[in-house]
């Protein structure tokens, strides 16, 4: 696919623009200059074209270790994926020294098309200032352009449109195949429905399967994103929070398409007085609900604090499969030290996380490169369990069973019984229920259910919701 690289100094308003081509809030924009670090990719649309655009980080007159210099080694890897340049500057501003030092940097070490934007031209007085002294950068005709506004899109349209391919396809919105059900209790005792034997179009081996790389700061996310793809994808170093935007990247493993997202560090809310990091905590959960399987990385020095338990929590209200990965594991020393880690990790699952029964943790070292080959098919195999299908009869035979070992409680001297069972949905597994008085049904006895779908079906590691339905009275008109 056709790449651009939207690049330029810091807050001329690159990430504005990529948001409004990708046609969502993928990229923070705050009028903090150098918000963005990592570049990020998307694919977006101008007219009818599909394009791939990346937004980088600002560029800046740094070559050393520094964050500011390693922003810059970050936009230099970002610019080597596209096939076109778009440069943009601040007509507000005009042409500063810093426009002025990139623009020859640019002729200089880039060998692929340029196409120079003047930004934040809302007025034609900005639009002419501005394109005036855009020329003497020595690009050609320079695009007046506002990416708040919109104004623009057109003429980059035109401005790329001959360096496009011929071939491209503009392809079909994703859309969800499963069953809507308008009427879910007309279902109760159907016969002829069976979830499992739906002929739900099966596409899943050509789609990615999205994973968020998710935790606290300086946990190890990006160093684990950067292992897995044996590159420099996103800034790493000692300070906590360099991440901000959630990173998405295509990957493969074990023949299966992967879309890896890298998140910034998540804290307690109580401890955020920054609007920049709230909106990376913000990108973050947007991540987690997007995704389908989420890898929390924990320090193996902080066994499961209460920001990861509460991390965890909400990835199994948001319904998506959860892999612990419990990194910088070379650095707990000692066989007894190891072990006494294990037992608190165990412990920790059992009494805090006791809505979700044996959840796969798996003992990374991201920086060594140990057991990532495991956790990745780990992810392989909770993603096979998260979209499990189970057949309605198979199910009433279990339900039957559950009942004559243990029936649910009486409600007012009267049995209650369980009268049809059946799966409605996948990922996670979703049942519906029906009763005779599903509102007398208290939550052990609920958790009893669960726990044996989860035990009798192979629903190991995953959320499984329940839904309790009233069953019809036979003797209603």
Not at 111 to 116: E, F, N
Not at 126 to 147: M, V, Y
Not at 452 to 464: A, N, S, T, Y
Request: with cysteine.
């Amino acid at each position: 696919m056709f790449t651009i690289a939207i690049i330029g100094r810091p807050n001329v308003g690159k990430s504005t623009l990529f948001n409004r081509l990708a046609q969502k809030k993928l990229a923070i924009v705050d009028d903090t200059p150098g918000v963005t670090r990592d570049w990020r990719e998307s694919e977006a649309y101008l007219l009818d074209q599909k394009v791939r655009i990346i937004d980088t980080a600002g560029l800046e007159e740094a070559f050393d270790d520094s964050i500011q210099g390693r922003m810059r080694k970050q936009t230099e890897e970002g610019l080597t994926q596209a096939d076109a340049v778009l440069f943009l500057i601040d007509g507000r501003e005009g042409v500063t020294p810093t426009d002025q030092h990139f623009a020859r940097w640019l002729r200089k070490n880039n060998k692929k098309p340029v196409i120079l934007g003047v930004n934040k031209c809302e007025s034609d007085i900005a639009a002419n200032a501005g394109i005036a002294e855009a020329h003497k950068l020595g690009f050609g005709q320079p695009i007046p352009l506002s990416s708040a506004h919109g104004i623009g899109i057109e003429d980059l349209y035109h401005a790329f449109e001959e360096y496009f391919p011929d071939n491209e396809v503009i392809a079909d919105i994703e859309s969800d195949q499963l069953p809507d059900f308008e009427d879910l209790d007309a279902l109760e005792g159907d016969e002829t429905f069976d979830f499992a034997a739906l002929d739900i179009p099966d596409d899943e081996d050509e789609k990615p399967i999205k994973i968020a790389i998710v935790g606290r700061p300086n946990v190890g996310k990006s160093t684990l994103l950067n292992t897995l793809l044996d590159e420099n994808r996103s800034m790493t170093g000692p300070e906590a929070g360099i991440t901000r935007d959630a990173v998405s990247v295509d990957w493969e493993f074990g023949g299966r398409k992967i879309r890896l997202v890298d998140t910034a560090g998540m804290r307690r809310k109580s401890k955020i007085d920054d609007n920049i990091e709230k909106m990376s905590v913000d990108d973050s959960l947007r991540a987690i609900r997007l995704a389908q399987v989420v890898i929390l990385v924990i320090d193996a020095q902080m066994i499961l604090d209460k920001q990861d338990l509460q991390i965890a929590d909400h990835i199994f209200k948001e319904g998506r499969a959860m892999i612990l990965a419990i990194n910088k594991w070379d650095l707990v020393k000692g066989e007894d030290a190891k072990k006494e880690a294990i037992e608190q990790i165990k412990y920790r699952l059992e009494t805090s996380l006791g809505q979700v029964k044996n959840i796969p943790s798996i003992s990374i070292s991201a920086l060594n490169n140990r057991n990532l080959g495991f956790l990745m098919q780990s992810v392989l195999d909770i993603y096979t369990v998260w979209n499990k299908r189970v057949s309605t009869s198979k199910m009433n035979r279990w339900l039957a069973a559950k009942e004559s070992q243990n029936p649910a409680p009486l409600y007012e001297g009267r049995s209650n019984r369980l009268k049809y069972i059946t799966q409605i949905n996948i990922r996670p597994p979703t049942f519906a229920l029906w009763l005779s008085r599903p509102k007398s049904v208290p939550e052990t006895y609920k958790r009893y259910l669960i726990n044996g779908l989860r035990e009798d079906f192979d629903l190991k590691g995953i959320p499984v919701r329940l839904l309790i339905r009233t069953s019809k009275n036979p003797f209603s008109k």
